[in-house]
């Protein structure tokens, strides 16, 4: 999942770094206990696929028992007691405004498949994955901004897939490190065209042995995802129309992606000697100059 970069208060006791403004003071007070329901349901699950050391038999069968009880939402049974924390709260917003739970199982496919898949062929798989990883997020903040249409769909989901990827990327020393193969996900092709192994990337070696090749590498990957981006360049403006909080609030989130990039270009590739985080000086930079 799209670690989502987080300035400001965010749920209790998550016990994570975060990217990107979650349930902020800056979303319209309304909005905050649904965007609260969904963000814990959504890192929960993640925890589930990436956190510890479960066997991925005991993740698949946890993240189904999440399966069964969205499934249990949507036609009126009760929820595990064991999973009410979590599947209450979206009870209630599934119930009171008609949040569509189709983006919840998508999410969830995305995250069943982050147990066993642990490697990407293409940027095309990559982004069949940010599809499923992160743009369902986007689709039911749209439809709590009551702001549901196709071109809005295009945008957002050119952030959230943007989003997704700059956290790859940040994290790409990290997750060199989960399970017992390393996950890798950059495209495997394009590490063969650059002369890299998984080898390289999983021991770091990618920036060590040729240190001008793996940061033109990273620029290439960098920029893509400043294209994605662009693409959504003007959805802040649009929500902003209908709230000023809502439109700041995406903003923020942009520009911390942005500036993401920015530190792992200025590192020149190399997330493997410190992992580039957001700090409250680049929140406050950002804040005040966009």
Same mark, same amino acid.
């Given at each position: 999942?799209?670690?989502?970069?987080?300035?400001?208060?965010? =749920?209790? %006791?998550?016990?994570?770094?975060?990217?990107? +403004? &979650?349930?902020? @003071?800056? *979303?319209?007070?309304?909005?905050?206990?649904?965007?609260?329901?969904?963000?814990?349901?959504?890192?929960?699950?993640?925890?589930?696929?990436?956190?510890?050391?479960?066997?991925?038999?005991?993740?698949?069968?946890?993240?189904?028992?999440?399966?069964?009880?969205?499934?249990?939402?949507?036609?009126?049974?009760?929820?595990?007691?064991?999973?009410?924390?979590?599947?209450?709260?979206?009870?209630?917003?599934?119930?009171?405004?008609?949040?569509?739970?189709?983006?919840?199982?998508?999410?969830?496919?995305?995250?069943?498949?982050?147990?066993?898949?642990?490697?990407?062929?293409?940027?095309?798989? =990559?982004? %069949?994955?940010?599809?499923?990883?992160?743009? +369902? &997020?986007?689709? @039911?903040? *749209?439809?709590?901004?009551?702001?549901?249409?196709?071109?809005?769909?295009?945008?957002?989901?050119?952030?959230?897939?943007?989003?997704?990827?700059?956290?790859?990327?940040?994290?790409?020393?990290?997750?060199?490190?989960?399970?017992?193969?390393?996950?890798?996900?950059?495209?495997?092709?394009?590490?063969?065209?650059?002369?890299?192994?998984?080898?390289?990337?999983?021991?770091?070696?990618?920036?060590?042995?040729?240190?001008?090749?793996?940061?033109?590498?990273?620029?290439?990957?960098?920029?893509?995802?400043?294209?994605?981006?662009?693409?959504?360049?003007?959805?802040?403006?649009?929500?902003?129309?209908?709230?000023?909080?809502?439109?700041?609030?995406?903003?923020?989130?942009?520009?911390?992606?942005?500036?993401?990039?920015?530190?792992?270009?200025?590192?020149?590739?190399?997330?493997?000697?410190?992992?580039?985080?957001?700090?409250?000086?680049?929140?406050?930079?950002?804040?005040?100059?966009?």
């Amino acid at each position: 999942m799209a670690s989502s970069p987080s300035v400001l208060p965010t =749920l209790p %006791d998550t016990g994570h770094y975060e990217n990107f +403004p &979650v349930a902020s @003071l800056l *979303l319209p007070k309304q909005l905050r206990e649904p965007v609260a329901a969904i963000y814990r349901f959504a890192r929960c699950a993640d925890d589930i696929a990436d956190e510890g050391n479960a066997r991925p038999e005991s993740r698949l069968v946890q993240l189904q028992a999440y399966e069964d009880a969205l499934t249990a939402i949507t036609t009126g049974r009760p929820v595990p007691v064991a999973l009410a924390p979590v599947f209450q709260p979206l009870r209630k917003i599934h119930e009171r405004l008609g949040l569509p739970l189709a983006p919840c199982h998508a999410l969830l496919s995305a995250f069943m498949q982050d147990v066993n898949q642990t490697r990407y062929a293409s940027y095309t798989d =990559l982004l %069949d994955y940010c599809a499923r990883s992160a743009n +369902p &997020v986007g689709h @039911l903040m *749209l439809f709590l901004f009551e702001a549901d249409t196709p071109q809005n769909r295009v945008m957002s989901d050119a952030i959230c897939s943007a989003l997704q990827l700059t956290n790859h990327w940040q994290d790409i020393a990290v997750d060199a490190r989960k399970g017992s193969t390393g996950r890798i996900y950059l495209p495997q092709d394009e590490l063969t065209l650059w002369g890299y192994t998984d080898a390289d990337i999983l021991s770091g070696d990618c920036v060590t042995r040729s240190p001008e090749r793996w940061a033109e590498f990273m620029a290439f990957q960098t920029n893509r995802v400043r294209a994605l981006f662009d693409t959504g360049r003007a959805l802040p403006g649009v929500l902003g129309c209908q709230s000023w909080r809502i439109g700041q609030e995406l903003r923020l989130t942009v520009a911390g992606g942005r500036r993401i990039l920015n530190k792992i270009e200025t590192a020149r590739g190399d997330v493997f000697a410190q992992r580039p985080t957001l700090n409250w000086a680049d929140w406050l930079r950002l804040m005040v100059l966009g």
